[in-house]
């Protein structure tokens, strides 16, 4: 199972064959949160989202006290998406069994990148520059 750390990367998502996205290849900003202040935080209080955030680990997600409807996916080890849905602000998402990581982002975009069940995605992640004294 892949291990990231709190983030910036790049969610690459892959055609499956079947319709839309035939044999494509889709990269979206992506916002990795795996510590728990980030997962916590996640998109509250955001009026946008550049992209995706990917809350890791997590099975499942609300939307209390957000100002903007998400689409969210949930992943399982592999990185397979096994459920996909919207979310208005104020809802509590059931928790997903085999769900390991969940993607989030704005409403709607999700289907344009090809994000469905059984899709799988792969997660690049920024190369950390180095900041010396």
Not at 32 to 52: E, M, P, Q
Not at 56 to 78: C, E, K, Q, Y
């Amino acid at each position: 199972m892949a291990r990231w750390r709190d983030g910036r990367g790049k969610l690459v998502v892959h055609g499956d064959g079947n319709g839309i996205g035939h044999g494509s290849v889709v990269a979206v900003p992506l916002e990795i949160a795996t510590s728990y202040r980030a997962r916590t935080k996640g998109l509250l209080g955001r009026d946008a989202v550049d992209g995706a955030i990917l809350l890791s680990p997590a099975n499942g997600v609300h939307t209390f006290r957000m100002r903007i409807p998400i689409d969210v996916a949930h992943l399982d080890r592999d990185l397979t998406v096994i459920a996909v849905r919207t979310m208005r602000p104020g809802r509590l998402g059931l928790p997903r069994l085999r769900s390991r990581h969940v993607l989030e982002a704005e409403a709607g975009v999700m289907a344009g990148w090809g994000v469905r069940v059984g899709v799988r995605v792969t997660v690049e992640v920024a190369a950390v520059s180095d900041s010396g004294p």
